[in-house]
């Protein structure tokens, strides 16, 4: 519909009057525009066309980038004129010489640059002005169309845009409700029962659901269909990692673990809640990360859990709105987009402009289950040109930095860590391994390099003789570790089997280490909740020591550590930590309408910050509940579970292709 401001004042002064008012302050109703607001609205059309034009001539001469292909699209870098570096044997790297067609593989690496010489600078400038041609008639064109929509009446104007918008709803409509193509289920084993035995473990399982009823029936309550609740204020919450809008983040994040939990009313009740309400067509600018794990990870966890077809659409056409992050020079996506319009842009705060590396890399796991569930590759594609990409970067030290500029395809500033920035990575290139049923052997080599530099310039022991990973910044490790690196004490165990030089023995014991060290951090508190952050420095082991790195906001890392040492090891202490951290939560963070995070583990009465998180119920009381379940409830043979959580299944080999990109069964 037209702007108001562009109608004709009367237009707008009669709409004004009430609607049996006889009254016209204008003798009769103009069926077109005067003379001088036609010649207003073609001057700003005019102005409009001719900046796009000139534009053109500003944009940087694409003959300084070099085109990489790396097998699935163009990506655009700079190219800094400089003698081609030796490559890893000492031979100086294949030259990019002479013929017009030729091609030149990059030292060190299967990716090819295309072109070079005279003849193909030729080409490329013929090319070009061929681009400009086309852009000119396409201006020239578009104008001819405004001129010709100037000589319309207001009415034949509304008209064709009410029109056109109904053609794109009804387009809309008909991708949401198109069919997707039905596709093997992978073997499911496990997903109830779960019964440990004895009947102390079971007390204590029957505690951990008992906490989730809690959290959940108090969202249910104050907050049904806001992102999360706020349980001392007793109302809907919600941060900028989900835009404007209310998605019931926390009804996707649990419904998981309730039916895991055998809560399948309250599970019912979150799937009608989507199947009505869930709407992804709305103006709202969204963490692409976020979003992902959060959203489509536990909608596809609950459609393969429950067979309930309305989860596997849902990601669907989540997944189609998470498309348009992709669109940038090299591939690497935007850490935000917008539902709606699908623009992307990222934090302002991340290194000039740069995407994350935890955010761009932890996206495989869900990809590679769409492309498998909707029979459309895009999504693969998406995930593996990224680690193409990757792959062929130089790595300071062999480590992964983290932040990327998406438009130069260059490194931002070096910080390296397996905490935030970086940490779910590292997880999905191990996950990516477990999730092809062993088979993406490429994965996994990406891993065990990168743990190897991890372990040389990252991974220190305290004083004292506590094992801990640090943060890699411009060439010097902060001796800082974050709760949220506790994580990496179940990865090393979980990718123990399977690495090179049988070295799955020292990896475990390093899972334990890791494990040992995190629950110190919750040892040393007075709440016995582990701080966000904690030090090695002088005779300060594993204590936070400014303000804002002693809160606990019901984050799961340590206890899912515990969970997977557990699984691999069945030594009871796990356990026993996990019942700590347990108690600790419900005497602690359980309050009248929920759990709260609280703001300083060192304090005996500490101030809540009344934020019931989603990941509270979709990890930390998930992980808990199968600390104290027999590991036949999601045997890790047979299911992955993504960095929020939630299981997906390993999607085992067979000869058949999908689109001839990916080998599933």
Request: some cysteine; hydrophobic content about 35%.
């Amino acid at each position: 519909m037209a702007s108001p401001a562009l109608l004709p004042l009367s237009s707008r002064r009669m709409a004004a009057l009430s609607p049996g008012s006889s009254v016209s302050f204008y003798p009769h109703h103009r069926a077109t525009l005067r003379l001088s607001e036609k010649f207003i609205l073609l001057l700003i059309l005019s102005a409009f066309i001719t900046l796009c034009f000139g534009a053109i001539f500003f944009l940087p001469d694409s003959s300084k980038h070099r085109r990489f292909d790396l097998g699935l699209q163009d990506v655009l870098i700079p190219h800094i004129e400089q003698p081609r570096p030796a490559g890893r044997d000492g031979r100086d790297g294949p030259q990019g010489g002479g013929g017009g067609g030729g091609a030149a593989a990059v030292a060190g690496g299967g990716v090819m640059v295309h072109g070079g010489g005279e003849e193909h600078r030729h080409r490329h400038r013929e090319e070009e002005e061929q681009l400009r041609k086309m852009i000119r008639a396409d201006h020239e064109r578009a104008l001819e169309e405004a001129k010709e929509k100037l000589k319309k009446s207001k009415d034949q104007i509304r008209a064709e845009i009410q029109t056109e918008k109904n053609r794109v709803a009804q387009d809309a409509k008909k991708r949401e409700g198109k069919q997707l193509p039905q596709v093997p289920i992978p073997k499911l084993v496990g997903i109830n029962n779960g019964d440990p035995g004895d009947p102390e473990t079971r007390e204590k399982q029957e505690k951990i659901k008992e906490m989730m009823k809690h959290a959940w029936g108090n969202y249910r309550q104050y907050a049904w269909g806001h992102n999360e609740l706020k349980p001392l204020s007793r109302k809907g919450h919600s941060t900028n990692i989900f835009g404007n809008s209310q998605l019931g983040a926390t009804i996707v994040d649990a419904l998981d673990t309730l039916y895991i939990m055998g809560l399948f009313d309250e599970f019912r009740d979150g799937k009608e809640w989507i199947e009505k309400n869930l709407d992804f067509s709305v103006n709202a600018e969204v963490s692409v990360f976020e979003v992902n794990i959060r959203f489509i990870g536990g909608l596809l966890a609950a459609y393969y859990l429950s067979g309930e077809e309305v989860f596997k659409q849902k990601a669907a056409q989540l997944a189609e709105k998470l498309l348009p992050s992709f669109n940038t020079p090299t591939g690497i996506p935007w850490a935000m987009v917008n539902l709606k319009s699908g623009v992307g842009r990222n934090w302002g705060w991340a290194s000039a402009g740069s995407s994350i590396l935890s955010e761009f890399g932890t996206l495989h796991l869900e990809f590679v289950h769409l492309s498998y569930l909707t029979g459309d590759p895009i999504y693969y594609k998406k995930v593996l040109h990224i680690r193409k990409l990757l792959q062929n970067m130089d790595r300071p030290h062999g480590l992964y930095p983290n932040y990327l500029n998406p438009r130069t395809g260059r490194w931002g500033q070096h910080h390296t860590s397996v905490g935030g920035l970086g940490d779910s990575f590292y997880e999905y290139l191990l996950k990516a391994w477990l999730v092809s049923d062993k088979t993406d052997t490429e994965a996994r080599k990406m891993y065990d390099d990168a743990m190897e530099a991890i372990e040389k310039h990252l991974i220190r022991k305290s004083n004292s003789g506590l094992t801990f990973i640090g943060e890699w910044k411009n060439g010097h490790l902060e001796r800082k570790m974050g709760h949220l690196t506790c994580f990496a004490g179940g990865m090393f165990a979980l990718g123990a089997d399977g690495s090179p030089d049988d070295k799955a023995g020292h990896y475990l014991q390093l899972g334990a280490e890791i494990a040992h060290t995190c629950h110190q951090s919750y040892d040393k508190t007075v709440l016995k909740l582990g701080p966000e952050a904690f030090k090695f420095d002088g005779g300060t082991e594993g204590v936070a020591l400014r303000q804002n790195e002693k809160y606990y906001i019901l984050r799961p890392e340590v206890i899912e550590t515990y969970w997977y040492m557990w699984r691999f090891t069945h030594d009871p202490k796990y356990r026993q930590w996990g019942w700590e951290a347990a108690q600790a939560i419900d005497k602690y963070c359980r309050v009248v309408g929920g759990f709260s995070g609280v703001k300083d583990v060192y304090s005996s009465s500490p101030a809540y910050d009344d934020v019931q998180q989603s990941f509270f119920l979709a990890e930390t009381l998930k992980y808990l509940y199968l600390l104290f379940s027999s590991d036949d409830l999601l045997p890790l043979d047979y299911w992955v579970f993504n960095t929020e959580a939630h299981p997906l299944p390993i999607l085992r080999s067979m000869n058949s292709t999908l689109s001839g990109n990916i080998v599933f069964q």
